[in-house]
């Protein structure tokens, strides 16, 4: 059994809050510039460039890159050998994102419930997602979701005969729906299988996959990333949704087991400020 | 991929002219708005207002109640966003623009007494885009995203209503060249349509 005292955990979540929001990540900065390179719009080259700009002087000025600072969401894999001690691990990521909002100057943007509007002010609680895993490690990513382009995802019950073919209409008509609003060249994770529940959770996690725009180890999901990049790309709709050649900077594809009766799928969104950070403790 | 678009064809934004920026004064006069056009690449100077969801369902309750707003809309220059902190010695924090149709249903109701310009993000309704062209009004799109350098372009500001919204609260911002791009201007032109029309191909 190893014991991890939970005060470190809400270290890690602070650092990697104020890191995610402030730092945009080496293989997202490359994602972008390649997307410059690939971008033949006037407009498009003009906003991929201050993009590209804006993260220089978000990590230089230690300020958000996007004002819109988001859901903190964890997805935490715990080795099913490992004993949190020193209290609650759900109070100690909601301290950790609490602090790291606090100390980074980022903005609390969680509400208490879509009914009663009341800002919770130190932008808890964490959205957090646990699995089990074998082993004593954890490891811990964070997703800093901003609104406007997860008001833009969607999930549909496919039935299996709308198959492949109707999954990739419905992510071009996801796409098509979100238009500028999605901060476009968006990142897609798209989650499919399992329940109406579990595509939900697939999709999000998708957005997490490392560099961002790496291929799925699942030759048949490669194929089909690449094909809806260049669907997505073929809308025109291009950087900020000003018409260009450039849509998508990733699409992650995660598929999961179903029923025989069933072909769930979910689509998640993420704008070009793309946040994540990963650590194993 | 140019002039075939028919109206508006002088406003293509893939014309070098058209694109380089245009430094314009706030607030905006009416004989400037109705020069611009959808695909302008504009700097701002000047003064404006902020407002966003929670801002602007007072603003209503305020016009529903006959009270008065905040700030008079005529001739106003008003931006959708909700900022980052500032950190101790800057004018504001990171200050981009958030998705403007989520104040579809309100705009007209500012438009209608005079708002000569907002700035936001996204595609906006019909009812909105029929009373900017009624009223004189034009939407102008920030780029979302570049929230660092944007703040960079904010020289003061201050709460001058609604301070218990915290980061929803009504500020007046002074900007010196914030760079913003003209999507709905007052002659039918979109450059949320017109632009990926032009660049819409099959695919392959």
Redesign the interface.
């Known amino acids: 059994m190893r014991e991890i005292p939970v005060d470190e955990v809400a270290d890690i979540v602070r650092r990697l809050c104020i890191e995610a929001n402030h730092e945009l990540r080496g293989d997202q900065v490359d994602a972008l510039r390649r997307a410059r390179s690939r971008e033949e719009s006037p407009i498009g080259k003009e906003v991929l460039d201050r993009l590209l700009a804006n993260a220089e002087v978000s990590a230089r000025e230690r300020i958000a890159f996007c004002q819109d600072t988001g859901y903190a969401v964890c997805f935490l894999e715990i080795g099913q050998d490992v004993h949190f001690t020193g209290g609650s691990l759900a109070a100690a990521l909601d301290r950790g994102v609490a602090e790291g909002y606090r100390d980074g100057y980022l903005r609390a943007s969680l509400v208490r419930s879509p009914v009663d509007r009341t800002n919770t002010g130190d932008n808890t609680p964490a959205m957090v997602h646990y699995d089990l895993v074998p082993g004593a490690d954890v490891r811990l990513t964070l997703l800093v979701k901003g609104a406007g382009c997860d008001n833009m995802s969607a999930l549909r019950m496919l039935t299996p005969a709308a198959g492949v073919e109707g999954m990739k209409r419905f992510v071009v008509e996801t796409i098509e729906a979100a238009g500028p609003s999605a901060s476009p060249p968006v990142t897609v994770g798209i989650g499919m299988g399992g329940t109406f529940d579990r595509a939900a959770v697939l999709a999000k996690k998708a957005l997490t996959r490392e560099p961002t725009g790496s291929p799925s180890p699942d030759p048949r999901l490669a194929e089909l990333e690449a094909e809806l990049v260049d669907a997505i790309d073929a809308t025109g709709i291009g950087p900020a949704g000003f018409g260009g050649t450039v849509t998508t900077l990733a699409v992650h594809v995660e598929a999961y087991p179903t029923h025989i009766a069933a072909f769930p799928v979910a689509i998640n969104l993420d704008c070009h400020s793309h946040r994540v950070r990963t650590v194993t403790l | 991929m140019t002039d075939a678009d028919g109206a508006g064809v002088g406003a293509t934004?893939?014309s070098?002219a058209r694109?380089s920026p245009t430094s314009i004064s706030l607030p905006l006069a009416a004989d400037t708005v109705r020069e611009l056009r959808s695909?302008d690449?504009v700097l701002l100077s000047g003064p404006l207002v902020t407002g966003r969801d929670?801002a602007h369902a007072r603003f209503a309750a305020a016009i529903e109640a006959g009270e008065d707003l905040p700030f008079d809309p005529a001739g106003e220059t008003l931006y959708f966003?909700?900022?980052?902190?500032?950190?101790p010695g800057?004018a504001i924090?990171?200050?981009?623009p958030?998705?403007a149709?989520r104040m579809d249903a309100w705009s007209p109701l500012l438009v209608e007494r005079g708002l000569r310009a907002m700035i936001g993000?996204?595609?906006r309704s019909d009812a909105v885009k029929v009373a900017m062209r009624e009223h004189g009004c034009v939407y102008l799109?920030a780029?979302?995203?570049?929230?660092?350098?944007l703040?960079?372009c904010v020289t003061s500001s201050e709460v001058i209503a609604y301070s218990d919204l915290?980061?929803e609260a009504v500020h007046r911002l002074e900007v010196r060249d914030f760079?913003a791009?003209v999507v709905n201007d007052l002659h039918d032109g979109d450059?949320?349509v017109?632009?990926?029309?032009?660049?819409?191909?099959?695919?392959?």
């Open positions: 934004p893939t070098d694109r695909g690449s929670a966003v909700g900022p980052t902190p500032a950190r800057h924090g990171a200050a981009g958030t998705t149709s993000k996204g595609r799109g780029i979302e995203g570049t929230a660092a350098l703040s960079q915290g980061a760079p791009l450059l949320y017109d632009g990926p029309a032009r660049w819409r191909r099959a695919s392959s």
